[in-house]
């Protein structure tokens, strides 16, 4: 175990020599990895064949690296918008095809194992970054029926390489946190039950003990952060069948890292981990393993949200009351699947004591009140982009009023709502489901400014990675 945490080390400080950069978005499509996967076929130590073809007929390609006898079998982005680990095969791709001072694990990786890599099982879903494929089937609910054309070309690669381990990588919401903790699960992993009896077979215990030692060595890295994927049996999901066919199943699920909104810190743990799976599967090291450590894996408890303002003051009806308000954020594409914008929603009020947040305020002795519309109608964008935001949130505005139909994008660049129907008064409450627009004073004066759901400090005016909404 300490050469496999030293290792991991070397891998995590040299990683950036491996970073595919074409794929730092995550929204990327099938037409961007594709010129990738042509550049491996001009490689000696890869073979490339395509498994079959997408509803839409976009090619689903198998890659292989090695000529052992050990088979492991990495199948990714089933669900079309969970590109964490896609990214990541594409740096582990870089890192077997270069050439520096890991040459020694890659002859022997290439020596021992047969490394079969399915990038992008749903590349249609992709296509307009959404969890489902072209015929809105959840793929990881059709390993049964096999409806869809993509199960199909997943199950028989599976049944063509009968593989002695499987992973199944996926992203799961970031609002995941490993147990009743402040910690994000960066990483959850599962050894998928078999049965509805949770039967503990020799295949599943040699899943569950890699699992253990990848806790260990990722724990180094990103202590507290791992948890454990809810493991109820699932009879139409690919991982739990794949276990009992008899391939040890290793799921792992990309979930959130603060500030990381493309996911790029989250590929990084990625790479380190598969890497540090195919070491320890060629050297039969998670053997050694002990079952009751994987039980000793929190599990995810859905804990955190993205913005939690605690014990603010909010008056209603001449009464006071000390509240905190939990605020989620969901993407929304719009304008194709490369382009996305946030809204929230208020997600509770109350106690929220045993919830955290990405970002977690105690405004103890601070009022809130509900914004307003500024009364004044602008013609343009200009007259907007020009505007004193900072002025109009200490004279209780959150919203403009824009007369004019030149505006085409679906939200607000601007740290303010638009309203773009004059006739428009709505009223913005503060209750759950509604979207977060209120201001917060203190002593009397407007001190921070919440628009959509991201807070402001009116004494430093960011706006990066942000957006109002439109309002029509």
């Known amino acids: 175990m300490p050469q496999d945490i030293d ?7 040299s990683y950036p020599h491996y970073v595919e950069r074409s794929l730092t978005y995550r929204r990327f499509k099938h037409s961007d990895i594709i010129p990738l996967i042509e550049k491996l076929k001009e490689k000696n130590n890869f073979a490339i064949k395509e498994a079959g073809r997408s509803a839409y007929g976009r090619s689903i390609n198998l890659i292989k690296y090695g000529e052992g006898d050990i088979k492991i079998f990495l199948w990714s982005q089933m ?21 520096d001072n890991f040459n020694d694990f890659r002859r022997e ?39 869809s054309p993509e199960a199909k070309i997943l199950k028989d690669t599976f049944d063509e390489l009968q593989a002695g381990f499987g992973f199944n990588l996926h992203d799961q919401k970031i609002n995941y946190s490993a147990g009743h903790t402040f910690k994000s699960a960066t990483l959850s992993f599962l050894a998928p039950p078999e049965d509805y009896n949770y039967t503990l077979s020799a295949v599943r215990s040699n899943a569950i003990k890699l699992i253990t030692h990848l806790y260990t060595i990722l724990s180094s890295f990103i202590p507290g952060h791992i948890g454990k994927y809810p493991s109820e049996f699932e009879p139409r999901a690919f991982g739990d069948n794949f276990q009992k066919l008899g391939t040890s199943t290793i799921l792992i699920e990309s979930g959130g890292w603060e500030n990381d909104i493309e996911k790029q810190f989250v590929r990084k743990m990625n790479f380190i981990a598969l890497l540090a799976s195919f070491k320890c599967i060629i050297e039969q090291s998670y053997k050694l393993q002990a079952l009751d450590t994987y039980d000793e894996i929190p599990f995810n408890e859905c804990d955190l949200m993205n913005l939690i303002i605690r014990n603010v003051t909010y ?7 000390k509240i905190d308000i939990g605020i989620n954020r969901t993407e929304v594409n719009f304008n194709g699947a490369k382009n996305f914008y946030f809204k929230s929603s208020i997600e509770d009020i109350g106690d929220l004591s045993i919830f955290f947040g990405y970002e977690d305020y105690n405004l103890d002795g601070m009022e809130i009140i509900t914004g307003t519309t500024y009364p004044e109608q602008f013609k343009s964008i200009s007259e907007i982009e020009n505007l004193n935001f900072v002025k109009l949130y200490e004279e209780g505005y959150t919203n ?4 004019s139909n030149q505006l085409k994008e679906e939200f607000s660049r601007f740290p303010i709502n638009i309203i773009t129907n004059p006739d428009l008064k709505p009223e913005f409450e503060i209750k759950t489901g509604e979207i977060p627009n209120f201001l917060i004073k203190k002593g009397g004066k407007v001190r921070y400014s919440v628009v959509n759901g991201f807070i402001i400090d009116i004494k430093n005016l960011l706006w990066e990675n942000k957006n109002g909404v439109i309002i029509s």
């Open 7 to 13: 290792i991991a080390y070397q891998l995590y400080y």
């Open 79 to 99: 669900h079309g918008d969970e590109s964490t680990a896609t990214m990541a095969i594409f740096d582990i791709l870089n890192f077997l095809n270069a050439n």
């Open 109 to 147: 990786l290439f020596s021992k194992a047969s490394i079969y890599f399915m990038p992008m099982v749903n590349p249609d879903g992709a296509e307009i970054f959404q969890r489902r494929n072209s015929h809105q089937i959840d793929i990881n609910r059709d390993a049964a029926a096999l409806r």
């Open 315 to 321: 008056k209603r009806n001449g009464t006071d009351c």
């Open 400 to 403: 403009v009023i824009l007369n």
